[in-house]
């Protein structure tokens, strides 16, 4: 069982940056592949990052490609999600989930709460 909880979203100006945290609860967090998902009111849940277990392999989706970077530190039980140049289509609940390693939200076990991410033009 793991139990994830995201922090660092906020406001920001469009063309800034901010990093998210997903700290994990649980035994075996380093096991898991993790992922990093948003959605915007009225819009289906959407693909952002993933990583493996190891963080050998990242995954981005095209809408952030070259301005996001996933990571993860297993001894602390937290990925991050790094965003830089951010856009206000950016605007969006961020969601870290865990137990796959697809862009597919139905694929994931376990989900965070969110946190608010607001890019402002």
């Known amino acids: 069982q793991v139990q994830l909880v995201e922090s660092g979203g906020g406001l920001v100006q469009a063309g800034g940056s901010l990093r998210l945290s997903c700290a994990a609860s649980?035994?075996?967090?380093?096991?898991?592949?993790m992922g990093w998902f948003r959605q915007a009111p009225g819009k289906e849940r959407e693909f952002v990052a993933a990583?493996?277990?190891?963080?050998?392999?990242?995954y981005y989706a095209d809408s952030v490609k070259g301005r996001g970077a996933i990571s993860r530190d297993n001894a602390k039980s937290t990925v991050y999600l790094q965003m830089s140049s951010l856009k206000p289509e950016d605007t969006a609940v961020y969601y870290c989930?865990?137990?796959?390693?697809?862009?597919?939200?139905?694929?994931?076990?376990?989900w965070g709460p969110g946190t608010q991410v607001t890019v402002s033009s």
């Open positions: 989930a865990a137990g796959a390693i697809t862009n597919s939200p139905g694929d994931y076990r376990y």
């Open positions: 990583i493996t277990w190891s963080g050998a392999s990242r």
């Open positions: 649980g035994r075996t967090f380093s096991a898991y592949s």
